[in-house]
């Protein structure tokens, strides 16, 4: 299809806005960009696609969430509130994820999907849990991506939480999905890596197992320092802290992801830019946590490939962004902190690296160029004031809505068109959730 009548904002390296250009789709791919006159010319049969003069720019990237934990919207907590991050884990986290059957991981990684789609984000990083429905859970997660027409990465978050037992489960859902996405199918659209819990809940044996399970060419999805009590287990059970012991198990480098990391110390952060780790910044989490926040500038500074992810609030990568530039200004009361050019290489280049990654065998993902995976949204956004390749991180900031975002493709393929969902029917699939998610709270309930 040609793809006309179109803004696109490219987000190469330097980003660039292209008008009157038009953008040619076969199969799976970006085949050309170019002259729209030159482009209906060349191509006369092509199926065009006029989208009316707004702005089209790749699919947004989440680069850690976590699908399980959506039936938690709304539900009542259990005794007291809980009074510090360790307290979050044992009063909703831990008794939720337990909570979770088939069902549920089904339902509530579709309502996800469905949010997704709807706000643009069109490639996902999942970091899941269900201790009482382990075996066969990544798959449930990797049907849910296919039907949807999203991408993702899928692993399971192994602890030592549950006992040896369960961690051994964890570990081999982890293997057998590492090797069967490895050996391709899901359509180039679902991969997987190796998922750890964080060191709190994680033995020197199960970081030894975890290592030995698989070859170096798959990396490990971990939180890290999310909290300091995090690093406070990690100096008391190795005299190491938390990215220096998972350094001394060879689990970082360039496959590996860092969620959160906001107690780390320098010595930390400089592991990370020395081994090409990826670090996944989730600023509303941690304003929900008040566990605080990383110096993501600094971490930039250092060379850290810092992503953006939403560890598991609303799947709209706008509102992240909007919340990340707000966030560091209020926390360092510093209005030059977390400025528009730095959260757009974070947002859109480093997620895309990120990505292209992961989906290496694909071609680039998060940018419109030629070769380039047709990862596309539609944004109906109406300037009224000029609008640059120079500025508009500033627009996305505060011009930019999710309610403009009125299309979304993957692969080449529609899975919205003028806000009409096209490949899941999300009445029926919230119906299905709202009786899951009964189900779910009552099971937490029971655990108190
Ligand atoms: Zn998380």
């Known amino acids: 299809m040609l793809i006309i009548n179109c803004k696109i904002i490219t987000w190469q ?11 040619l789709i076969k199969g799976q791919k970006i085949v050309r960009v170019g002259s729209e006159i030159q482009l209906i010319q060349d191509y006369p049969e092509e199926e065009r696609v006029d989208v009316h003069g707004q702005w089209v720019m790749p699919g947004m990237i989440c680069a850690h969430t976590h699908f399980y934990g959506a039936f938690s919207r709304g539900m009542a907590l259990m005794g007291d509130p809980p009074l510090d991050f360790l307290q979050i884990l044992q009063k ?3 008794p939720l994820d337990q909570s979770l059957d088939e069902e549920a991981v089904k339902y509530s990684t579709l309502v996800c999907l469905i949010d997704a789609i709807r706000h643009g984000t069109t490639t996902l990083f999942d970091h899941h849990a269900s201790p009482n429905f382990i075996d066969g859970s990544l798959d449930v997660i990797a049907d849910c991506l296919l039907e949807s027409g999203l991408r993702g990465v899928v692993c399971y978050e192994v602890t030592d939480r549950g006992g040896v037992e369960k961690a051994e489960r964890g570990i081999r859902e982890n293997i057998r999905m590492v090797q069967k996405a490895r050996q391709g199918g899901f359509e180039g659209r679902v991969k997987a890596t190796f998922g750890l819990h ?3 809940t994680l033995s020197e044996e199960t970081l030894e197992k975890s290592r030995a399970a698989v070859d170096s060419d798959t990396g490990f999805h971990i939180h890290v320092a999310e909290h300091e009590v995090d690093e406070y287990d990690s100096l008391n059970k190795t005299g190491l802290r938390v990215i220096d012991r998972l350094q001394k198990h060879a689990m970082l480098g360039n496959h590996s992801i860092i969620a959160h990391g906001v107690h ?3 010595k930390e952060v400089s592991l990370l830019a020395e081994t090409e780790t990826w670090l996944s910044h989730q600023p509303r989490s941690n304003m929900n946590n008040a566990v605080g926040l990383a110096d993501i500038d600094s971490a930039l500074r250092m060379g850290v490939k810092v992503c953006l992810g939403n ?5 709209a990568m706008l509102d992240e962004y909007q919340a990340a530039y707000l966030a560091h200004k209020l926390w360092n009361k510093d209005p030059q902190r977390m400025n528009g050019a730095s ?24 940018i419109i ?9 539609l944004v109906d956004y109406l300037p009224f004031t000029p609008l640059t390749a120079g500025n508009l991180p500033w627009h996305i900031q505060f011009g930019f809505r999710d309610s403009m975002i009125t299309g979304t493709m993957v692969a080449g393929k529609w899975l919205m068109r003028d806000r009409e969902l ?11 959730a709202m009786s899951a998610a009964q189900a779910t709270w009552k099971r937490y309930q029971q655990q108190f």
């Open 13 to 23: 390296t330097p980003n660039q806005i292209l008008e009157n250009q038009a953008i």
């Open 92 to 94: 909703i986290w831990w």
């Open 264 to 266: 780390m110390d320098m």
């Open 198 to 200: 964080a060191s709190l």
């Open 369 to 377: 160029e030629e070769g380039a995976q047709a990862d596309l949204i």
């Open 422 to 432: 096209l490949t899941l029917d999300e009445k029926q699939i919230a119906q299905r």
């Open 311 to 315: 560890d598991g609030f609303s799947n």
């Open 343 to 366: 959260l757009a290489e974070i947002a859109f280049q480093n997620n895309a690296a990120l990505a292209s990654h992961f989906f290496a065998e694909e071609g680039q993902i998060g």
